[in-house]
């Protein structure tokens, strides 16, 4: 049996006595060595220099009742025993001097004794291993009776070696994973990893996060969660703000994300806050980051770093503290090769990125969250619906195999069971329902499917602004994106599409009105010639 070795402080109160009914009194350091079942091989006593004399007293008692128990003082000063700063230097000090050696040596550490300051930072050295000890707590005795030395409790900071509290956290970590996947099992290993990872981060940084994926990956869910996450922890006190940054353009993506003074710009007639002003305190997630422009991106880039900003026409910087999220579905890098990203805020963003797997990627997490789907249209409209066995079966055949594109991943998904849903009649989704939802899904798939029309317009200006544009129009720009492809110029372009009004022209200038044309809908001719 390995020598057991306890250090602590001497009890500048408790420990006292010189006169003989001190031995009728509880004193926590002598009654340490007073258990048969807790054999005290040396004993460090600390103490300061001013009670040495009772160090010395504690010591020869000590010889009294346990003679096999070596003292050893150690004179330990502290200007100020409260100043939590001070103590744990001290100690952590002593600990890093002191010959440890765990393998031939079994450690106590006394919390019975000094201030409630000395016991935190035993705990803090303890609980780092900073100090390769165990915990011991002496208990006075209820009644003094014949020098009862009371009672005492080991407690060992390895919590892996309390079944209950590891059962506890195994449970409290698997409640917040499902707290981030919105209560859905899933049962894509590299999925759940990745939440796992996600919520530690989550909850022990403030750092940026940045989530990738493609459309409809639930980045923004996700984005949401991990707020309600640490709003619940009381991390944050302030809103979630979600920008959709795809949707500023020019001035107005500096007003909304920075706010603006009275009179910086015509139509400016009163002060706006600005979006980062309204997440302070909070989270602010900005979806689709690599649509900003740069100088957007240099802002938020300082807003980050030093937590204020310019507002648009003003003179005296506001401040924000918040934390970011972004999210974007393009390769960042790539961005920051064709110069439309900047290299600083990646690299600013770049301390955790989580990559958010489509839905064909986790096929096998379909069924669950097809339950999800059910459940949140019966939350929304109030009718549960349910599918037949063999319904389900049909479905979920055909949504886990190779013919399921979901181009809109989880979005799809959604709008699929809505739409099944509310078809369904009394509740009951039929096997006839599912298969007029396939055949649209496969048809919508067909037209939207990469190297269409409608898929190339959506890849340069977005699925939010698409739809806002008339089939005529899109049919139009379609036509005038594949003239493009084909043209090696912005003028080799203009002269095919403009070919026949060009000629009742004494003087034309086609490059600039295609230039106008594309501008319209946020299209450049780099951004065709660099998707081709």
């Known amino acids: ?56 007293r504690v010591t020869r008692d000590i010889g009294q009742v346990s003679p096999e ?7 330990t000063e502290f200007k100020d025993p409260w100043d939590f700063e001070e103590v744990y230097a001290a100690l952590h000090a002593f600990a890093r001097a002191y010959p440890f050696d765990p393998d031939r040596e079994d450690y106590l550490i006394n919390i019975t004794t000094g201030t409630h300051v000395v016991q935190i930072c035993w705990f803090l050295l303890a609980e780092a291993r900073v ?31 309390y079944d209950l509290i590891a059962t506890r956290f195994g449970a409290e970590q698997a409640e917040a994973q499902s ?53 619940a922890r009381h991390q944050v006190k302030g809103p979630f703000v979600e920008v959709n940054c795809a949707t500023l353009r020019g001035d107005q993506a500096m007003s909304a994300l920075f706010g603006h003074v009275k009179g910086a710009f015509t139509g400016a007639t009163t002060d706006r806050p600005g979006l980062l002003k309204a997440a302070n305190g909070g989270v602010l997630f900005l979806d689709e980051i690599g649509e900003l422009g740069l100088d957007e991106q240099a802002m938020i880039l300082r807003a980050i770093e030093e937590k204020r900003f310019l507002p648009v026409g003003a003179d005296k910087e506001t401040q924000s503290d918040f934390q970011l999220i972004a999210g974007t579905n393009r390769d960042l890098n790539a961005r920051v090769a064709e110069g439309r990203f900047r290299e600083d805020l990646l690299a600013r963003l770049n301390l955790w990125i989580f990559r958010l797997p489509g839905l064909k990627e986790r096929r096998e997490d379909v069924a669950p969250n097809l339950d999800y789907e059910l459940k949140r249209h019966a939350e929304t409209s109030g009718d549960m619906v349910t599918f037949n066995k ?74 939010e602004r698409l739809s806002e544009i008339d089939l005529f129009d899109q049919a139009q720009l379609a036509a005038v994106i594949r003239t493009c492809r084909q043209s090696r110029s912005l003028s080799e372009a203009g002269r095919m599409l403009f070919a026949v009004s060009r000629l009742a022209k004494s003087s034309s200038n086609d490059a600039d009105r295609l230039k106008k044309y594309l501008a319209r809908y946020g299209i450049s001719w780099s951004d065709i010639a660099d998707s081709a």
Not at 69 to 75: E, G, M, W
Not at 452 to 458: K, P
Request: net charge positive.
């Open 1 to 56: 049996m390995k020598p057991r070795v306890v250090i602590g402080f001497l009890g500048t109160t408790l420990d006292q006595g010189k006169t003989p009914d001190r031995w009728n009194r509880w004193r926590p350091t002598v009654a340490l060595c007073q258990h048969d079942d807790l054999v005290i091989d040396r004993l460090d006593l600390l103490h300061s220099r001013q009670h040495t004399a009772l160090a010395d």
């Open 69 to 75: 128990t070596r003292v050893v003082p150690h004179a």
């Open 131 to 161: 100090v390769p000890a165990r915990l011991l707590q002496m208990t006075p005795p209820k009644r003094w009776k014949d020098g009862a030395p009371g009672t005492y409790g080991i407690i060992d900071l390895d919590l892996s070696r």
């Open 179 to 231: 707290f981030l996947k919105s209560g859905i099992e899933t049962r894509n290993p590299a999925f759940n990893h990745m939440i796992d990872r996600i919520e530690h981060v989550a909850i022990k940084s403030k750092a940026p996060l940045l989530l990738t994926g493609p459309t409809g990956a639930g980045k923004s869910q996700l984005a949401r969660r991990i707020y309600e996450l640490k709003h």
């Open 390 to 463: 063999e319904a389900r079966e049909r479905y979920l055949a055909f949504a886990t195999s190779p013919e399921a594109l979901w181009l809109a991943n989880f979005r799809d998904l959604g709008a699929s069971v809505t739409r099944m849903a509310t078809l369904a009649l009394s509740g009951r989704i039929t096997e006839a329902i599912v298969m007029e939802e396939i055949e649209r899904l496969k048809g919508r798939w067909q037209r939207d499917e990469p190297g269409s029309d409608t898929s190339e317009i959506e890849r340069l200006i977005g699925r």
